[in-house]
């Protein structure tokens, strides 16, 4: 069964300080993965994507990493702001037109 | 500005009335997605449609219609035959349906009274 996980559910960390959020799937065949971030009451936006061949990317203080082997993506924010409060999704797009997995996400707060 | 846009913002409904939830882009994207996103669940799809005219269910479509007139614009309605339709409604386009990345509209947020 194709099912994408993701862990913690919730997350507290104080302003300044690293955090990373875990993405676990188990689908197959596997085409890319991408990270979403959503604010409170508003849709998600794309932050990142990794594809099979990549290991690690950044957007600034964002670092996806991706292991196709264990099936396991990581989501690395450094130096945290307020302004990353948010609803972080994992999604994982299956070869095929409209096969896309989405975790059910890890709530972030920032605290100052 | 190009974009997605919904509305309304908040949508309240009495139990056997059916509503109707606006989805617009004007970025010129052949697919449109109509998301359920429910508290501890991840985005659940409801319809989508790859081209003008058509469209197709999915992995929640009953209690659902959707239309696709125009390439802009791809309203969904809620129907009484719902039976749990409080929720948070996303829309989302694509440059066409292989297309990897999803535009996301800001959400209506539907609640039955």
């Known amino acids: 069964k194709n099912q994408v996980e993701q862990s913690p559910q919730s997350l507290i960390i104080l302003e300044g300080k690293n955090c990373t959020l875990q993405?676990?799937?188990?689908?197959?065949?596997?085409?890319?993965l991408r990270w979403y971030k959503q604010d409170t009451g508003r849709g998600p936006v794309s932050l990142t994507i990794?594809?099979?061949?990549?290991n690690t990317k950044s957007n600034g203080r964002y670092t996806a990493t991706l292991d196709a082997d264990t099936k396991q993506s990581s989501l690395h924010i450094t130096a945290s702001q307020l302004s990353d409060s948010a609803s972080y999704i994992c999604?994982?797009?299956?070869?095929?037109?409209?096969?896309?997995?989405f975790g059910t996400g890890t709530r972030l707060t920032v605290i100052p | 500005d190009g974009g997605i846009t919904q509305s309304p913002k908040y949508l309240f409904r009495k139990e056997g009335q059916n509503v109707t939830l606006s989805c617009e882009q004007n970025?010129?994207?052949?697919?449109m997605y109509w998301y359920r996103q429910d508290p501890g669940q991840g985005l659940r799809l409801i319809y989508y449609?790859?081209?003008?005219?058509?469209?197709q269910k999915g992995d929640i479509a009953e209690g659902y219609s959707v239309s696709r007139e125009k390439k802009e614009s791809f309203p969904l309605t809620v129907t009484s035959a719902q039976k749990n339709p409080t929720a948070f409604y996303l829309c989302?386009?694509?440059?066409?349906?292989?297309?990897?990345?999803?535009?996301f509209g800001p959400g209506t947020r539907l609640t039955v009274l």
């Open positions: 989302a386009s694509t440059r066409h349906i292989n297309y990897n990345e999803q535009f």
């Open positions: 993405c676990n799937y188990t689908v197959s065949p596997f085409s890319n």
């Open positions: 990794m594809t099979f061949s990549e």
């Open positions: 999604v994982v797009r299956v070869g095929g037109a409209n096969n896309l997995f």
């Open positions: 970025l010129n994207h052949d697919a």
């Open positions: 449609s790859q081209i003008v005219n058509d469209f």
